[in-house]
């Protein structure tokens, strides 16, 4: 016996106590999807039997029925429920999620239940509670229907019992196989010249079927509604329409039916009808199209109304509708009456929406709320075709629209029309895309998965708007903000704060603990530069594992060792510059920064830290930083070889006395200055004492020893500070390029990168520095054995160290993505690390027991994290998605991991 429920279903099982509910539920249900009265006894009270617990049981039960119904998750309710109040509730619950009530009823003897409660120690009560559970359930299986339950299945014996096969279908909109690719179009309204004209620039084709056979493939519309038996369907093919249904091919078969070679499908979303010069003719050739399979349509409220009109309703003709009506009245009287049925049998049958590609797409003709996606009802019905308003009515008449695209937080896009706009844009991973064709604008495309719009110009004005469709800017030097841009206007403090997980595509997940978040919200909100400028933030780097060789802590060797070990043959030495990491964002001119990044009166660019911070104090600093740099890119041709107006650039800023002047004087001078003269003194006195024949050569010798280390001190943090009055005395180092428009340069190797910028910097060398480099090829000793000579004579003099990364941007290894980079620092510039007596033999040796994996494990997240930032930025997603990110690095900056390493 096979019992059909719908896939989004709320499963109440009715029947006295003994009647075997929980043994079915076991048998036909997953475990997690069947919910136990009894369980939930057990749960607040230890008892599964407790009766006294049954209130705070049941609120359990209701509390847990909700949220998984929320998530769309088919839930079994077991427990007796033979009384109506008690299933009201579920019933109410099942509607406010939009799930379809299903009950199923055990009408068993009487004495059957006894004998099995009988036979359970834990059900020893009297006869009497069964007897009264029969009563009660018999009274109510005639009213379960009434009661709300939209299917009702009453088994009677054992035997049906054991023979149940419960079956799920999906619903009509689940369309979830479906993978596409997809060519989306907005509302048409007869406008089917310039519906043919796009259907051929998307690469459709025409197919006319001469002397093929309609099958006519039809799904039946309405299934949200209440007031309707619900219909459902599997993958399954389609039956075709019985012979005496058959559409008349004069009328049907006269339209062309278009299919595209390489297997892409359009789907409509809905008002074919109304307003425009070939309403039919529109109609006849999306329904081809969908009978043929190369096409889906979802239905708009100018279809519904139709519909309504061929059904007999009582319906006001105004808003193009008289110009449907009389499309059908010009039709020939011997054919009118069968093409009016065959029309309304093709309205009846579209779905109120879609859910395509496994959830990740979804269409419908005013938009879909997250919590309506893949539901069933006439509400959900309702938004689709109308969307939802104010209850105000605007100037023109015309209801105002509420804005649920502006709340949206759906992981799918959802694409949608019904509101006319000058141009498409995207909010919140949805897109409007009827662009007023009927009305003077243009007919759109979307192609899905590659977000590309495809227009045509309308030839005409077919029909005047009641509201003007109208662009707000004026023209190139009025460039107004995207709706995306306007919302962007205010970050929602909800979006970053708590304990999250953040998923990315180089770390599954991610997660920002709480206190970080915090902490990041403290620096973000008071200290931060404009967000909208924050679409990235460099992730910390790991040192190379110590070395044992005498004198030394870092060495390049360990870092070499470190990549061999991952597979890697060949990697790139670059010299570490000891400046600050500065993020340089520059575009072409003002204009392009408002167009893109979304701000206002703020120049061309910014240069920040990696906290998010403005780098420079001093404005003027900035702009001429950038007019500089923006020229550079201009002559060495950037712009047009990148095909780009802004550029976002990882760089390094000297001198590192332009931003750690506060740093300088607060803890290295005074550490230089006191340590000196302490020294010093202590030297002189020891000295005094030696002339003087007292044997204190031990201490000096240590003391003379120790000045000396201060001296090495000081002369190490001096050679990277000079005084900065101007531009002239600063120099910047790019050394990623890190995404431009439409592209992040991840995928491009570390030479690539320096040969980028090498180009920038011929065109201004007084500025932009070339990173010096050496590419090392692990498998060649020798070549191993000039990277260590070169990390030598880097240091000798003075530098910083170098970094060490494979030559790919990032390489992903067995166990994840490995070190993008790891530093070796030199000898004295570690001495302003860990402090002037650090290379002591005892300090040396208490310092290489140092631990890495938290650091390693920091930089790879905050990796992730950034390259995450930048893709999302470049895909034009929304500014909380790519603050998930930046707000992540910065919240990851608090754990607790030693800053010196």
Same mark, same amino acid.
């Given at each position: 016996m096979k019992l059909t429920i719908p896939e989004l279903s709320l499963v109440v099982l009715i029947g006295a106590s003994g009647a075997g509910k929980s043994t079915f539920a076991r048998k036909n249900f997953q475990s997690f999807e069947v919910l136990s009265s009894d369980f939930c006894r057990g749960l607040v009270s230890d008892d599964e039997n407790n009766q006294s617990a049954s209130k705070d049981a049941f609120e359990v039960l209701r509390y847990i029925t909700a949220k998984r119904l929320a998530v769309g998750k088919l839930t079994v309710v077991d427990a007796t429920n033979v009384h109506p109040e008690d299933r009201k509730e579920f019933i109410q619950l099942a509607r406010q999620y939009h799930f379809f009530p299903v009950a199923i009823a055990f009408d068993l003897p009487e004495e059957l239940c006894h004998q099995r409660n009988q036979q359970r120690p834990d059900r020893q009560f009297g006869s009497h509670v069964v007897r009264r559970h029969t009563q009660f359930l018999r009274r109510s299986l005639r009213g379960l229907e009434r009661e709300g339950f939209r299917y009702v299945y009453i088994l009677k014996s054992t035997e049906e019992i054991d023979a149940v096969e419960i079956e799920r279908q999906p619903l009509w909109n689940n369309r979830k196989y479906e993978h596409g690719p997809f060519d989306i179009i907005g509302d048409i309204h007869g406008c089917c010249n310039e519906l043919e004209e796009l259907l051929g620039k998307l690469g459709y084709v025409k197919d006319r079927g001469q002397g093929k056979e309609d099958t006519g493939r039809w799904e039946h519309g309405d299934k949200e509604k209440n007031s309707a038996p619900l219909l459902l369907c599997s993958p399954a093919p389609l039956l075709p329409l019985p012979p005496s249904a058959a559409p008349t091919p004069s009328l049907w078969n006269d339209a062309p039916t278009y299919y595209h070679p390489q297997g892409r499908k359009a789907i409509f979303l809905g008002d074919l009808v109304d307003r425009g010069p070939r309403i039919l003719d529109t109609v006849k050739l999306v329904r081809n199209m969908v009978v043929a399979g190369t096409a889906f349509c979802v239905p708009g409220n100018h279809e519904h109304k139709l519909l309504r009109t061929l059904r007999g309703k009582n319906v006001k003709v105004n808003h193009g509708l008289e110009q449907t009506l009389a499309e059908i009245a010009a039709l020939p009287e011997e054919v009118r009456e069968h093409f009016s049925k065959q029309l309304k049998e093709f309205l009846d049958s579209l779905v109120s929406h879609y859910v395509l590609d496994g959830g990740r797409l979804v269409v419908a003709h005013a938009g879909m709320k997250q919590e309506y996606q893949g539901r069933g009802s006439a509400q959900v019905r309702e938004f689709a075709l109308y969307g939802e308003s104010t209850g105000e009515i605007d100037e023109f008449g015309l209801p105002i629209r509420y804005n649920w695209a502006a709340e949206y937080r759906g992981e799918a896009m959802v694409v949608y029309g019904h509101t006319p706009v000058p141009e498409a844009e995207w909010l919140n991973n949805t897109i409007d895309i009827d662009t007023g064709c009927v009305f003077g604008g243009k007919l759109t495309a979307l192609r899905y998965p590659e977000k590309e719009l495809v227009s045509v110009p309308a030839a005409q004005i077919?029909?005047?708007?009641?509201?003007?469709?109208?662009?707000?800017?004026?023209?190139?030097?009025?460039?107004?903000?995207?709706?995306?841009?306007?919302?962007?206007?205010?970050?929602?403090?909800?979006?970053?704060?708590?304990?999250?997980?953040?998923?990315?595509?180089?770390?599954?997940?991610?997660?920002?603990?709480?206190?970080?978040?915090?902490?990041?919200?403290?620096?973000?909100?008071?200290?931060?530069?404009?967000?909208?400028?924050?679409?990235?933030?460099?992730?910390?780097?790991?040192?190379?594992?110590?070395?044992?060789?005498?004198?030394?802590?870092?060495?390049?060797?360990?870092?070499?060792?470190?990549?061999?070990?991952?597979?890697?043959?060949?990697?790139?030495?670059?010299?570490?510059?000891?400046?600050?990491?500065?993020?340089?964002?520059?575009?072409?001119?003002?204009?392009?920064?408002?167009?893109?990044?979304?701000?206002?009166?703020?120049?061309?660019?910014?240069?920040?830290?990696?906290?998010?911070?403005?780098?420079?104090?001093?404005?003027?600093?900035?702009?001429?930083?950038?007019?500089?740099?923006?020229?550079?890119?201009?002559?060495?041709?950037?712009?047009?070889?990148?095909?780009?107006?802004?550029?976002?650039?990882?760089?390094?800023?000297?001198?590192?006395?332009?931003?750690?002047?506060?740093?300088? #004087?607060?803890?290295?001078?005074? @550490?230089?200055?006191? $340590?000196? %003269?302490? *020294?010093?003194?202590?030297?002189? !006195?020891?000295?005094?004492?030696?002339?003087?024949?007292?044997?204190?050569?031990?201490?000096?010798?240590?003391?003379?020893?120790?000045?000396?280390?201060?001296?090495?001190?000081?002369?190490?943090? #001096?050679?990277?500070?000079?005084? @900065?009055?101007?531009? $002239?005395? %600063?120099? *910047?180092?790019?050394?990623?390029? !890190?995404?431009?428009?439409?592209?992040?340069?991840?995928?491009?190797?570390?030479?690539?990168?320096?040969?980028?910028?090498?180009?920038?910097a011929f065109h201004d060398p007084e500025l932009v520095l070339t990173t010096t480099h050496k590419v090392i090829d692990l498998s060649d000793p020798s070549s191993v054995a000039e990277g260590v000579h070169w990390w030598k004579e880097l240091t000798a003099v003075g530098g910083e160290g170098m970094v060490v990364k494979p030559m790919q941007f990032m390489i992903k290894g067995n166990r994840g993505i490995i070190q993008p980079a790891v530093k070796c620092r030199g000898k004295e510039y570690l001495r302003i690390i860990y402090g002037p007596e650090y290379d002591l033999p005892e300090n040396l040796q208490r310092l290489r027991q140092r631990g890495l994996s938290l650091k390693r494990s920091l930089a790879m997240r905050e990796f992730a994290l950034g390259v995450e930032a930048l893709e999302r930025f470049v895909a034009h997603a929304p500014l909380r998605h790519v603050h998930e990110c930046v707000f992540g690095i910065l919240a990851l900056e608090s754990e607790p991991v030693d800053p010196r390493l």
């Open positions: 077919y029909c005047q708007p009641v509201k003007p469709i109208t662009a707000t800017g004026s023209g190139e030097s009025d460039i107004e903000k995207t709706a995306q841009q306007e919302h962007d206007d205010l970050l929602n403090i909800d979006d970053v704060l708590g304990r999250r997980i953040v998923n990315t595509r180089l770390v599954h997940s991610i997660t920002i603990r709480e206190e970080n978040a915090i902490a990041a919200l403290e620096v973000m909100s008071r200290f931060a530069a404009n967000p909208k400028w924050l679409i990235y933030l460099p992730p910390t780097m790991s040192p190379v594992e110590t070395c044992q060789e005498a004198g030394y802590l870092e060495h390049p060797q360990q870092a070499f060792a470190y990549y061999q070990n991952q597979g890697i043959t060949e990697v790139v030495c670059e010299e570490k510059h000891m400046g600050s990491r500065a993020v340089v964002i520059v575009c072409r001119d003002e204009i392009a920064a408002k167009k893109r990044f979304g701000v206002d009166d703020e120049g061309i660019g910014i240069c920040y830290t990696r906290t998010g911070r403005h780098f420079f104090e001093n404005s003027t600093l900035e702009t001429q930083l950038l007019a500089r740099l923006n020229t550079a890119l201009s002559s060495s041709g950037f712009w047009e070889k990148f095909d780009t107006n802004w550029v976002c650039l990882d760089c390094e800023l000297m001198p590192w006395s332009a931003k750690a002047q506060g740093l300088l #004087r607060e803890q290295y001078a005074p @550490v230089g200055v006191a $340590s000196r %003269l302490a *020294l010093n003194n202590a030297v002189t !006195l020891l000295e005094k004492a030696t002339y003087l024949g007292v044997d204190v050569s031990t201490q000096l010798s240590s003391y003379q020893q120790k000045s000396e280390m201060a001296q090495h001190y000081v002369n190490a943090y #001096r050679q990277y500070c000079w005084s @900065v009055s101007d531009i $002239s005395h %600063l120099k *910047l180092a790019p050394f990623h390029i !890190l995404a431009t428009e439409n592209a992040v340069h991840t995928d491009k190797d570390h030479c690539w990168h320096i040969q980028e910028v090498a180009k920038i």
